[in-house]
T-cell receptor
């Protein structure tokens, strides 16, 4: 199984906020990432956070990092139907910075 | 600009037949290259990882192999496909270095073994 853990499903009403949680494995990971996958497509980088930061905001996206608990979250404000997708968190632990993903959280936005 | 090409987009193969999926990257040199598999449903499993020509790390024991004959070419192969090899295969590249750069993904290959 994956070393990076995520909740599998999230259903949210359009206009509400979505919060996706992730627990990663390796405190040596200097960067932590959120990727988005739309149906039948590859992954695209949404945002990332450097490990010495607690929070990063980018328009509707807010990333929170709790390094002590190795917990990462992604908050999407004012969730839209176009936000329906699978969201993956990822880490690049030492020594080889191999990019490792969680299982992905399927977000479904309902009207 | 950098681009990544992965082909074919879809493939239907009989059990026991060979497989060759190709991925090429343009516009960068010495990238880290990855093959992932996403089984029906979801989950992104790292299959192979390469930091240079001829250098392949296998993450899980399986029916597949990978090769990197050129700096920007990564090939996923099998001699005899199994039904369980069905899935969505994604190639990705990332600048070599300290893991602090974005990874770029191909559009994926949908493999169905029948």
């Amino acid at each position: 199984g994956e070393d990076v853990e995520q909740s599998l499903f999230l259903s949210v009403r359009e206009g509400d906020s979505s919060v996706i949680n992730c627990t990663y494995t390796d405190s040596s990971s200097t960067y932590l990432y959120w990727y988005k996958q739309e149906p039948g497509a590859g992954l695209q980088l949404l945002t990332y956070i450097f490990s010495n930061m607690d929070m990063k905001q980018d328009q509707r996206l807010t990333v929170l990092l709790n390094k002590k608990d190795k917990h990462l979250s992604l908050r999407i404000a004012d969730t839209q139907t176009g936000d329906s997708a699978i969201y993956f968190c990822a880490e690049t632990p030492l020594p080889d910075y191999k990019l490792s993903f969680g299982a992905g959280t399927t977000v479904t936005v309902r009207a | 600009s950098q681009t990544i090409h992965q082909w074919p987009a879809t493939l239907v193969q009989p059990v026991g037949s060979p497989l060759s999926l190709e991925c090429t990257v343009e516009g960068t040199s010495n990238p880290n290259l990855y093959w992932y598999r996403q089984a029906a449903g979801r989950g992104l499993q790292l299959l192979f990882y390469s930091v240079g020509i001829g250098q392949i790390s296998s993450e899980v024991p399986q029916n597949l192999s990978a090769s990197r004959p050129q700096d920007r070419q990564f090939i996923l192969s099998s001699k005899k496909l199994l039904l369980s090899d069905s899935g969505f295969y994604l190639c990705a590249w990332q600048s070599g270095g300290q893991g602090n750069t974005e990874a770029f993904f191909g559009q994926g290959t949908r493999l169905t073994v029948v």
